[in-house]
């Protein structure tokens, strides 16, 4: 059996194919497919408030493609989400209504607080050691989610209109960053010795360029390094020199500003980088519907 997830973010647009497994009562998901395309809608939805034609074009044209593989694959239940930059784009109904007709792919545009629950969908917290207290940050490209998890349960939880194609688009406001600033000092002053949880494409790069052991934390100190040592290059070195993706290029510099702020603000001296992110939790929705006792 197979699931399919779609998620259409503010940078790129990815579809996960998974192989669910039912052992005894143990329902898991491996990873079969994954596919990105950088299609970056949050450059036209943060600036102009909409989605070009050219761009709806590309979008329609990636949905078409994901729609013949999903039929190739034979998945059987599948869940297609859209986040920032569909949620601020004036035309954002219009284009799930031809997503619908063209690609026959039901879109849902989620809130940013729908956005976080179903990334905690993974059951990110099963992993987690109880006896400790994180602070779980998701960076995209037009938004951060931010939650406080505590005994293996999440506290707080709140979604903030600040992220790496924002910020790199002149997009992003004093109060908004004022705000997020507020609300992780707020939340995490009663929290002694907060450990981070860092999910999104950008702290992913920058954990594989830290050359740790999968499950092991990056420290605060080397997360800043490592930013240091980016920005030193210039965009194109960043490409040509260092082999970072065009689209992620330019994009990691702004998304590590975001981790590593809220993690001074936090007290957070190191990350965890479990690898998920909104398809792996869209999976999991899935796995619940259908699976439901």
């Not at 998620?7 to 990815?14: E, H, K, L, T």
């Not at 005894?24 to 491996?30: A, H, L």
């Not at 009663?190 to 920058?206: C, P, Q, V």
Request: overall charge positive.
């Amino acid at each position: 059996m197979r699931y399919a997830a779609i998620d259409i973010g503010s940078n790129a647009v990815r579809l996960l194919i998974a192989d669910i497994t039912q052992n005894d009562k143990t329902i898991s998901f491996k990873k079969n497919t994954l596919i990105r395309v950088p299609l970056r809608l949050g450059d036209d939805a943060f600036l102009d408030k909409k989605i070009s034609l050219k761009k709806i074009d590309e979008l329609v044209k990636t949905m078409v493609a994901f729609r013949n593989l999903i039929d190739v694959y034979k998945v059987g239940d599948y869940m297609a989400c859209a986040t920032s930059a569909m949620r601020e784009a004036k035309n954002g109904s219009l284009i799930v209504q031809k997503i619908k007709s063209e690609a026959n792919i039901d879109l849902e545009i989620v809130e940013g607080q729908r956005e976080a629950k179903i990334i905690y969908a993974s059951h990110i917290e099963q992993s987690l050691d109880k006896k400790k207290n994180y602070l779980y940050i998701d960076v995209g490209g037009g938004s951060t989610e931010l939650s406080i998890f505590s005994n293996g349960e999440m506290i707080a939880s709140r979604s903030f209109n600040l992220g790496g194609i924002r910020i790199l688009d002149n997009q992003d406001k004093d109060e908004t960053w004022a705000e997020m600033k507020d609300w992780v000092k707020q939340k995490t002053q009663s929290y002694k010795n907060l450990s981070g949880i860092g999910t999104g494409g950008n702290i992913n790069k920058l954990f594989r360029m830290a050359d740790l052991k999968d499950g092991s934390p990056v420290s605060f100190a080397k997360l800043r390094s490592l930013y240091l040592y980016l920005n030193s290059f210039s965009l194109k070195d960043r490409i040509n020199v260092l082999g970072l993706n065009q689209d992620r290029a330019d994009v990691i510099i702004p998304a590590s500003e975001i981790y590593l702020s809220v993690m001074k603000w936090g007290g957070v001296k190191q990350i965890y980088v479990p690898r998920v992110g909104l398809v792996d939790g869209i999976i999991q929705l899935l796995i619940d519907k259908n699976f439901a006792e």
